[in-house]
Each structure stands twice: as structure tokens, then as C-alpha cells.
């Protein structure tokens, strides 16, 4: 079994505050995990990622953290800005995979509000 | 560079006919994976070409086909179209050895009444 989880399907934030955003996952051989960012009318774009060796990847306001006992990693956004409003999908490689197969979750609508 | 592009951005068909969908990579990227995007659903993986060919395919019927040419675009197909093929399909493209790290299109939305 192969699936991730966004259990949110929307979060609201005030501007300046946090953002954590969570995602699930079922199978403890996925190795790696990203986030993408979707604005309407686009693609996703990559956001950030972290290896299954790391609990802890930080780019700039980014930094998602990784609990592999739980099966959990969230996504931090500090502090939030409007600009950040979008969908966010965490997505992890397959594990029988030899290419480029992402399995994602369903997304989370973040909405920053001013 | 150019980003990855896809055409058309829009379109309408009617149930029972068939679509092409076409997608160009970014220069240099040779892999090119298919995605359909439906409310609810979330991404779910079509299939992934490399070097022409099918690298990676999922959990779709075979009315769902693709194929990649010697310049790496891309084009997929669906025929005997359904209702429930209404869905954006986006198109990424990735560098060989790095294709966790996936370049998506706009994509195609596609609608069937």
C-alpha cells in the first residue's frame, strides 16, 4: 500500500503567523518526500523536500520536518505571507519506482489573510 | 529556459470521442510523466516516458495512452471518452537522474459533456 494523506483539505492563517501543514503517509519505505505549491491556473511547482535520512530540511521560510515513527511530516511556513495562498500537495516517490512516479496527497488550501 | 507547455489549455469534447493532449519538456529533460487532477482526487500518476519509452504507468484503463518522441515531447491520448475524464491534466518533465524533482506544466483542462 502506497498512500499519502492530507487529512486538511483547507487551512486559514492570519499574515505573519505559522502555517503547518500535515501530511500522512502508510508505507515506511517511501525515502523521500517533497512539497509542491499550486496556484489556479498552474502547474505545481517544487517547494521543498527531504530525504528519509534527515527529520529536518529549512529553506528559507520553509522547513518541513519528517517523523518516521509516525508515518508524519508537516510542512512549517514562518512567518506567512498572502502571497503563499495556494494549494500545497506533499508527494513521495513510489517505492517500486524507476522513474518518475510521485504518489501525492489530496492537498490543502492554505489562505493567508491579511 | 522555456518551461514545460502544454496544449491546448482548454478543451471540450463530447462523451465517446477521443482527445490528444501534447505536451513539450523543458530543454534537456528527457523524462516526461503524465498526472490527472480531479477535486477530491487529488494527482494521480498516468505514465512516465524516458527515452521514448514507457517507463512507469498506473492505475488507469487502457483507454489512457501515451507516447514520447526522439525530441522528448510528449502526447497523450484518451479515447472512447467518459464524463469522468473531466479533469486538468498536467504534464512534467524532469532530468534524468533527478526526477523526484518534477517540472509541471499549466496543464490541459479537459471537459466532457
Known amino acids: 500500500d502506497q498512500q499519502v494523506k492530507q487529512n486538511s483539505p483547507s487551512l486559514s492563517v492570519q499574515e505573519g503567523r505559522i502555517s503547518i501543514l500535515n501530511c500522512d503517509y502508510t508505507?515506511?519505505?517511501?525515502?523521500?518526500f517533497l512539497w509542491y505549491k499550486k496556484y489556479p491556473a498552474e502547474g505545481p511547482t517544487f517547494l521543498i523536500s527531504?530525504?528519509?535520512?534527515?527529520d529536518k530540511n529549512e529553506d528559507g521560510r520553509f522547513t518541513v520536518f519528517l517523523n518516521k515513527s509516525a508515518k508524519h511530516l508537516s510542512l512549517h511556513i514562518v512567518p506567512s505571507q498572502p502571497g503563499d495562498s495556494a494549494v500545497y500537495f506533499c508527494?513521495?516517490?513510489?517505492?517500486?519506482?524507476?522513474?518518475?512516479?510521485?504518489?501525492f496527497g489530496q492537498g490543502t488550501e492554505l489562505s493567508v489573510k491579511p | 529556459k522555456a518551461g514545460v507547455t502544454q496544449t491546448p489549455r482548454y478543451l471540450i469534447k463530447t462523451r465517446g470521442q477521443q482527445v490528444t493532449l501534447s505536451c513539450s519538456p523543458i530543454?534537456?529533460?528527457?523524462?516526461v510523466s503524465w498526472y490527472q487532477q480531479t477535486p477530491g482526487q487529488g494527482l494521480q500518476f498516468l505514465f512516465e516516458?524516458?527515452?521514448?519509452?514507457?517507463?512507469n504507468k498506473g492505475n488507469f484503463p487502457g483507454r489512457f495512452s501515451g507516447r514520447q518522441f526522439s525530441n522528448s515531447r510528449s502526447e497523450m491520448n484518451v479515447s472512447t471518452l467518459e464524463l469522468g475524464d473531466s479533469a486538468l491534466y498536467l504534464c512534467?518533465?524532469?532530468?534524468?537522474?533527478?526526477?523526484?524533482?518534477?517540472?509541471f506544466g499549466p496543464g490541459t483542462r479537459l471537459t466532457v459533456t
Open positions: 512534467a518533465s524532469s532530468l534524468p537522474g533527478q526526477t523526484y524533482e518534477q517540472y
Open positions: 508505507n515506511s519505505m517511501f525515502d523521500y
Open positions: 527531504i530525504s528519509s535520512i534527515k
Open positions: 508527494a513521495a516517490p513510489s517505492v517500486y519506482n524507476q522513474g518518475g512516479k510521485l504518489i
Open positions: 530543454s534537456g529533460h528527457r523524462s
Open positions: 516516458y524516458f527515452s521514448e519509452t514507457q517507463r
